[in-house]
């Protein structure tokens, strides 16, 4: 049966959070999202674990149901995490295990950080954090530009449609989310959007707020703050990137080399999360379950 989450806001900085809550007995099990994306992404996984975790998720800051915070300095990591942590303190809920996707991986760090001991275990799937001006990169390619790269991608990113189905369809026909599994494309379109008067649908996260994120994930308060703590991580991590993702993997063998914990390469891209349901759940028995 493909149960439904259950919605939840939280107020927190002057700011509607919001979550999803797919319930279940066991242990909570935190999902955290990639910049432009929503905690609803994770649907297809949430249902086929739910019997043996509670999956929680939670749209960050600009995504989903959550506001926009009304400066730049809002978007930073540790505000972000901050608002998960509300999230979760308002559920009861006293740890978490967590997995964390590109975005939502460098926000899972900090919050590692602010509140130590609270993820007991931690993957981090191409999580961004990173000493953005020490690494090795490749020109003009992914956040390692200042962000300006993958903010100009952003901003010419087309924001209305005239429904779901035609958004799926050509999102399906071209990089990088052709690769998603169906499930997750549409999971992504339901609750990433939403309805507007005319009709028509809207994208939930403003191109110019996914911007704005990737120019902020290149300052102070972002890439590097979670490459910082990674030294003095509390929770036990595992390090996974994508083969054939668009940032190279010397970048997250260093985050595993600075974590000391084990890193595994998949064969996928940057969202390989997604890209196979069967295998992102064999990924959460197998690291998050023990």
């Known amino acids: 049966m493909d149960r439904q989450p259950q919605p939840i806001v939280v107020e927190r900085d002057g700011l509607?959070?919001?979550a999803l809550d797919w319930g279940g007995e066991g242990p909570a099990l935190l999902f955290l999202h990639p910049n432009g994306f929503c905690a609803g992404l994770f649907?297809?996984?949430a249902t086929r674990v739910r019997d043996r975790f509670r999956p929680i998720g939670v749209d960050l800051r600009a995504h989903g149901g959550t506001d926009e915070p009304p400066t730049i300095d809002g978007y930073a990591f540790a505000p972000m995490a901050a608002d998960v942590l509300a999230v979760l303190d308002a559920l009861e809920v006293e740890s978490v295990v967590a997995?964390?996707?590109s975005l939502g991986g460098g926000v899972a760090v900090?919050?590692?950080r602010l509140r130590p001991g609270f993820v007991r275990r931690l993957l981090l799937c191409e999580a961004i954090a990173f000493a953005l001006d020490e690494v090795a990169r490749p020109a003009g390619e992914g956040p390692g530009d200042g962000g300006n790269f993958m903010a100009a991608?952003?901003?010419k990113r087309r924001a209305v449609w005239p429904d779901r189905d035609v958004m799926i369809r050509s999102y399906g026909s071209r990089p990088p989310?052709?690769?998603l599994a169906p499930e997750a494309l549409e999971a992504y379109v339901r609750w990433g959007t939403v309805e507007r008067p005319d009709g028509q649908v809207e994208l939930a996260c403003r191109p110019e707020a996914e911007a704005t994120i990737f120019e902020s994930t290149a300052g102070p308060g972002g890439a590097r703050d979670a490459w910082n703590h990674l030294a003095s991580l509390h929770a036990e991590a595992t390090v996974v990137a994508g083969t054939r993702s668009n940032l190279p993997l010397e970048w997250f063998a260093a985050q595993?080399?600075?974590a000391g914990c084990p890193f595994v390469k998949i064969?996928?891209?940057h969202f390989f999360v997604q890209e196979d349901t069967d295998r992102a759940v064999d990924l959460v028995d197998r690291h998050l379950a023990r």
């Open 267 to 269: 064969d996928g891209g």
């Open 177 to 179: 989310l052709d690769e």
């Open 16 to 18: 509607h959070v919001a």
């Open 43 to 45: 649907h297809p996984v």
């Open 110 to 112: 900090v919050m590692d």
């Open 153 to 155: 991608i952003a901003r």
């Open 256 to 258: 595993s080399e600075r």
């Open 99 to 101: 997995l964390g996707e």
